[in-house]
């Protein structure tokens, strides 16, 4: 990295964002992580810190339809609307994976599970039947401590069966 570069990961910029279908206008560094935007700066604090470093799932929202670890995008990289777990059930209703994962006690502690829920969304909007597999393989990519992967699995089935893909 040369100097120029390194010194404007230090200088603050202006970016607009489009965050559940709302956009705000955030003044901050380019290199700071989208995870710390949205919880210090826009109060979105279901998308969670685990790792830091891409490893655990748990900072995963939605970047332009595509499930995305948001402690890894910076903000000079975004270029998509981004969805996070506030902005799946704005209304009293739940969104099918959540009322899924609810009905098939996939949490324990639940720090994983806003994280595990946009990736389910983002799978199911791709591919709304899924098989068993597919949702192990896609799942896979998160860390659950309380290690409730069964039930997670059985939370995405139950998802792909009642037509989570409308919402
Ligand atoms: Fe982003 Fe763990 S906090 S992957």
């Known amino acids: 990295m040369g100097t120029d570069q390194y010194r404007s990961n230090f200088v603050a910029n202006e970016f607009k964002i489009q965050v559940n279908g709302q956009e705000h206008r955030v003044v ?12 210090e700066d826009l109060g979105l604090t279901g998308t969670k810190y685990g790792c830091g470093e891409g490893a655990c799932g748990a ?8 499930p995305t670890r948001s402690c890894q995008l910076t903000m000079d990289s975004i270029d998509s609307e981004i969805e996070t777990i506030e ?4 209304e009293s209703e739940l969104h099918p994976v959540q009322q899924a ?5 996939a949490m324990q502690c639940g720090y994983c599970v806003p994280g ?22 896609t799942m896979s990519e998160h860390i659950c401590r309380c290690c409730n992967y069964s039930r997670i699995r059985a939370a995405v089935e139950q998802a792909s069966q009642s037509g989570a893909k409308s919402r």
């Not at 900072?59 to 595509?66: I, K, N, P, S, Y």
């Not at 994962?101 to 006690?105: E, K, L």
Request: proline residues 8%; hydrophobic residues 40%.
């Open 116 to 137: 595990q829920i946009m990736t389910a969304v983002g799978l199911l909007r791709e591919k709304p039947q899924v098989s068993r597999d597919e949702i192990v393989t």
């Open 59 to 66: 900072c995963t929202v939605l970047v332009g339809g595509v």
């Open 28 to 39: 901050t560094r380019p290199g700071r992580p989208l995870l710390d935007v949205l919880r």
């Open 87 to 90: 902005g799946l059930a704005p």
């Open 101 to 105: 994962f609810i009905d098939q006690g």
